[in-house]
């Protein structure tokens, strides 16, 4: 069993509409919590950082943790074509000095 | 947000030569760098962490003699692929460690892709 499970995708929304993106982990020692977007052929952007259980919002992203079942989601709301992207969540077990376990990223593609 | 600069943004060598591929933190001082390879649609894997001024540590079943890796400055890390096969081909991509506010967290490099001949 991977550590860290993902929908690879594709995922294709119109838009506006609101995007749900999830994870599942089984190492309960996780503690942090990110979420990036990697366009096609570039590093990685990261959008969502946490450490607790519950929602971060910030503007249109909201990230969800519920470590009592291990899963992570991702919300966007009001989605664009520039959201287009793959989004990979990850995790670590300390801070930014410890061994990032990424998954393996979700394909989204908002149409116009 | 901190920026993390790559150099090469692409590459193509033949088969047997060394490539090196540089990580700069642009704005910041980075004591803990990180080296990933990217598989087509795979995620990233961690190739092996780097710390300023000490041996980086690598991750299991990752050559340290084919992939050197020197964090000369708290600015500056390099990854040399040595002796590069096709096998090698892949899409690399460092991070810098960086702790603001309330944040520590790692922010990643724009990759560097690699193509053996």
């Known amino acids: 069993q991977k550590e860290v499970e993902q929908d690879p995708g594709p995922l294709s929304v119109p838009e506006g509409a609101i995007v749900s993106l999830n994870c599942t982990y089984s190492n309960s020692a996780f503690q942090y919590f990110m979420w990036y977007r990697q366009y096609s052929r570039k590093g990685p952007e990261l959008l969502m950082y946490?450490?607790s259980s519950g929602n971060k919002e910030d503007g249109r992203f909201t990230a969800q943790v519920d470590k009592s079942s291990k899963y992570i989601s991702l919300f966007i709301r009001d989605s664009q074509p520039s959201d287009s992207a793959t989004y990979l969540c990850a995790m670590t077990w300390g801070g930014g000095y410890q061994k990032v376990t990424f998954g393996t990223g979700t394909k989204l593609q908002v149409i116009p | 947000g901190a920026v993390v600069s790559q150099h090469p943004s692409r590459v193509i060598c033949k088969s047997g030569t060394s490539v090196k591929i540089e990580c700069r933190s642009l704005?910041?001082?980075?004591?803990?760098m990180f080296w990933y390879r990217q598989f087509p649609k795979q995620s990233l894997m961690l190739m092996a962490t780097s710390n300023e001024g000490s041996k980086a540590t690598y991750e299991q079943g990752v050559e340290k003699d084919k992939f050197l890796i020197n964090h000369a400055s708290l600015t500056l890390s390099t990854l040399t692929v040595t002796s590069a096969h096709p096998e090698d081909s892949s899409f690399y991509i460092c991070s810098a460690r960086v702790w603001q506010a309330a944040t520590d967290t790692q922010y990643f490099g724009p990759g560097t892709r690699l193509t053996v001949l």
């Open positions: 946490t450490y």
């Open positions: 704005d910041f001082q980075a004591t803990t």
